[in-house]
């Protein structure tokens, strides 16, 4: 069996659809390495027991977390704060060699090939190029490097309260140091960056080897049709639907039929429902009024998210009337009781 590893990493059962999606990506294109993911205590245990059908080796780790504030608070993103979890990855020591790809990835082509990279390779990222994106980078397996890794967090901190700021600190040569260590961007396509040089993503997409769905539209926070089996992609994003639509054909085909209706879902509101809302749904089949109300939920959880379908349920036209049929079916004021002459 192979010493090398694919990791990733679930902080619940909402991360871990990616994490499952992101796995049949690796094995849909013939990977030759082991899957391994790390998970913090909040997985339930259902969806602990998916992983475990899936991944080689399914690990439980404590949650780091920076508590930076302050710096989260810059990026509008308190929840990356949780991120620093991630550095558990160094203590995978029974592998040589592994690269770590967050859960919001999607593997479009064999990349076996990162394996002959060293650490801490990684690619650009598009905010800032001399920093690389910690979405997807190969490195080595240590506990030497977990501890450096852990105390320079504890005496530095992170200049973005998440991991990437951290791991850009400590491994501060990354820009100048070695080019062999500077991944090709199209090993971490961030979909963002197709806004600003569409151009460029129309050139080279048949070349993407990892597309990376950084920020808040995450595939599984769309509106999808359960009886058409099609994602609703926002207009301004057009250009990302047949990767969204891919994503949710590997989720349809092999990912749901192991979901089961035990798991977490929206009725006691716990984090990561939407995985037990999904489990309910029967793909392919007219909406029963159970399927009316588990979309519903998953429709407000994608309005709360930020991705709105303008164009289809939730275009103004569909909105307008559903107010005027509200008020149509308002009931009628109670009739003023006449006034007797001469009361005041």
């Given at each position: 069996?192979?010493?090398?590893?694919?990791?990733t990493?679930?902080?619940?059962d909402?991360?871990?659809?990616?994490?499952?999606v992101?796995?049949?990506?690796?094995?849909?294109?013939?990977?030759?390495?082991?899957?391994?993911?790390?998970?913090?205590?909040?997985v339930?245990e259902?969806?602990r027991?998916?992983?475990?059908?899936?991944?080689?080796v399914?690990?439980?780790v404590?949650?780091?977390?920076?508590?930076?504030?302050?710096?989260?608070?810059?990026l509008?993103?308190p929840?990356?704060?949780?991120?620093f979890?991630?550095?558990?990855?160094?203590?995978?020591?029974?592998?040589e060699?592994c690269v770590?790809l967050d859960?919001?990835?999607?593997?479009?082509?064999?990349?076996?090939?990162?394996?002959?990279r060293?650490?801490?390779?990684?690619?650009?990222?598009?905010?800032?190029?001399d920093?690389?994106?910690?979405?997807?980078f190969?490195?080595?397996?240590?506990?030497?490097?977990?501890s450096?890794?852990t105390?320079f967090?504890?005496?530095?901190?992170?200049?973005?309260?998440g991991?990437?700021?951290?791991?850009?600190?400590y491994?501060?040569?990354?820009?100048?140091s070695d080019?062999?260590?500077?991944?090709?961007?199209?090993?971490?396509?961030?979909?963002?960056?197709?806004?600003?040089?569409?151009?460029?993503?129309?050139?080279?997409?048949?070349?993407?080897?990892?597309?990376?769905?950084?920020g808040r539209?995450?595939?599984?926070?769309l509106?999808?049709?359960?009886?058409t089996?099609?994602?609703?992609?926002?207009?301004?994003?057009?250009?990302?639907?047949?990767?969204?639509?891919?994503?949710w054909?590997?989720?349809?085909?092999?990912?749901?039929?192991k979901?089961?209706?035990?798991?977490p879902?929206?009725?006691?509101?716990?984090?990561?429902?939407?995985?037990g809302?999904l489990s309910?749904l029967?793909l392919?089949?007219?909406?029963?009024?159970?399927?009316?109300?588990?979309?519903?939920?998953?429709?407000?959880?994608?309005?709360?998210?930020?991705?709105?379908?303008?164009?289809?349920?939730?275009?103004f036209?569909?909105?307008?009337a559903?107010?005027?049929?509200?008020?149509?079916?308002?009931?009628p004021?109670p009739?003023?009781?006449?006034?007797e002459?001469?009361?005041?």
């Open positions: 069996m192979s010493t090398y590893a694919w990791v990493l679930a902080t619940n909402l991360y871990s659809l990616g994490a499952l992101l796995a049949y990506s690796l094995k849909r294109v013939s990977t030759a390495h082991q899957l391994a993911i790390l998970i913090t205590p909040t339930s259902s969806m027991n998916k992983l475990k059908d899936v991944f080689n399914v690990q439980e404590n949650v780091l977390d920076s508590q930076d504030a302050a710096n989260l608070a810059l509008a993103r929840e990356l704060g949780i991120t979890t991630k550095i558990h990855c160094w203590r995978l020591i029974q592998f060699k770590f859960a919001d990835t999607l593997v479009l082509q064999n990349c076996d090939e990162l394996f002959e060293e650490e801490l390779s990684a690619a650009p990222d598009v905010g800032w190029p920093c690389f994106n910690s979405g997807v190969v490195y080595r397996p240590s506990l030497d490097t977990f450096k890794i105390q967090a504890l005496e530095k901190g992170s200049f973005d309260g991991d990437q700021g951290l791991l850009n600190s491994f501060s040569d990354w820009a100048t080019i062999s260590r500077h991944l090709p961007f199209l090993y971490n396509t961030c979909s963002t960056a197709t806004y600003s040089y569409l151009p460029a993503f129309k050139q080279f997409a048949d070349r993407i080897k990892i597309l990376h769905f950084i539209m995450k595939p599984w926070l509106n999808f049709n359960s009886q089996r099609i994602v609703y992609t926002p207009q301004e994003s057009g250009y990302l639907h047949p990767y969204l639509q891919f994503w054909d590997l989720f349809c085909d092999n990912v749901h039929e979901l089961t209706e035990d798991m879902d929206f009725i006691n509101q716990e984090e990561g429902g939407l995985a809302a309910k029967r392919g089949e007219p909406r029963s009024p159970e399927q009316e109300a588990y979309e519903q939920h998953i429709r407000r959880q994608c309005w709360e998210s930020g991705n709105i379908d303008y164009t289809g349920r939730d275009s036209d569909n909105i307008w559903r107010i005027s049929e509200t008020l149509s079916s308002a009931p004021k009739a003023e009781t006449p006034k002459p001469g009361s005041m």
